[in-house]
């Protein structure tokens, strides 16, 4: 069952009508309705006062900062208990009558020439169609410029720089220890690259940027090592962390929430980014990025 979480504080009627709503919608969709109270952790309270209510829909954001509308989350909840059925809610789209009577002439007529088409198409369906509708339905929002520069140290005290990866896929992640979506997702981000480094060696590199305060709590955070195949960095001042924000959109945002995710491809352009957490083990992302290594 799915996963429908309200950010909300007391004294807060928008909050309490974003529960009215949720609380509505839970009558006739199957999911389990949690509530947050943000003041409870100081941390989260810092994040999210201000925009509170915010919902998530099975980790991914569905609003903030205000009531949420009902047919808008209710559609975004349906997508996400169609996704966790394994089926695209509606089913196919039945073929014209006209366009199916020509088919069957075209068979009749030039059946040494359908076959091979036919083949092509339900290859063109498998490798091309139903990928990119995944992809639309994992919300990947798609850019095309230049990756802005950065270097800063990693946890072993060296240094990184995105020049340093030039030639691969680079999956840049801002996130931070005291944000609650950032560590619900770490773990499938973490199968994800052990997953593409050992498949395509040397074509992939997953790096967390933290906008943590200091190494400590990284550190902790860890477990006191960084897991292999993570590279992991410290952007204290945000200042690669605003340039990667405002970049992807071509404008700054009012205000910068985590995590988020942006795909660099081998020639350093910035080609994607993902607002919120998400399920990396989701097989729409691994699809996108084998897509950029060319594989």
């Known amino acids: 069952m799915i996963r429908v979480e309200v950010y909300r504080r007391p004294d807060c009627p928008p909050c309490d009508e974003a529960r009215e709503v949720l609380a509505g919608l839970k009558r006739d969709l199957p999911f389990d309705l949690v509530e947050v109270d943000v003041t409870l952790d100081p941390a989260v309270e810092r994040t999210y006062r201000e925009v509170v ?11 903030q900062g205000r009531v949420p509308e009902p047919r808008e989350v209710r559609k975004r909840i349906e997508r996400a208990l169609t996704l966790a059925e394994g ?24 059946a040494l ?17 139903r990928p990119r509708l995944a992809e639309q339905a994992f919300d990947v929002a798609h850019t095309d410029v230049a990756a802005p520069f950065f270097r800063h140290q990693t946890a072993d005290g060296a240094s990184f720089s995105l020049a340093d990866a030039r030639g691969q896929v680079v999956f840049v992640n801002f996130w931070a220890t005291w944000c609650p979506p950032c560590r619900d997702e770490m773990p499938s981000m973490l199968q994800l690259a052990r997953d593409l480094q050992a498949r395509y060696p040397g074509r992939f590199r997953m790096v967390a940027v933290s906008v943590d305060d200091s190494w400590d709590v990284v550190k902790e955070f860890f477990g006191g090592a960084v897991p292999p195949g993570l590279t992991v960095t410290l952007d204290t001042d945000q ?23 942006y795909i660099v491809d081998p020639s350093g352009r910035l080609v994607a980014y993902v607002v919120g957490p998400r399920d990396w083990s989701d097989p729409a992302a691994r699809h996108f990025l084998e897509r950029l290594m060319g594989s």
């Open 239 to 261: 200042l690669t962390t605003r340039a990667y924000y405002c970049t992807a959109r071509g404008s700054c945002p009012d205000s910068i929430k985590f995590p988020e995710t």
């Open 87 to 110: 089926s695209e809610k509606g089913g196919s789209t039945p073929i014209p009558p006209r366009t199916l009577r020509r088919v069957k002439v075209a068979y009749a007529v030039i």
């Open 53 to 63: 209510p915010v919902v998530f829909v099975d980790g991914r954001r569905a609003t």
């Open 113 to 129: 020439l359908a076959v091979p088409a036919v083949f092509a198409a339900k290859a063109w369906d498998t490798w091309v169609a």
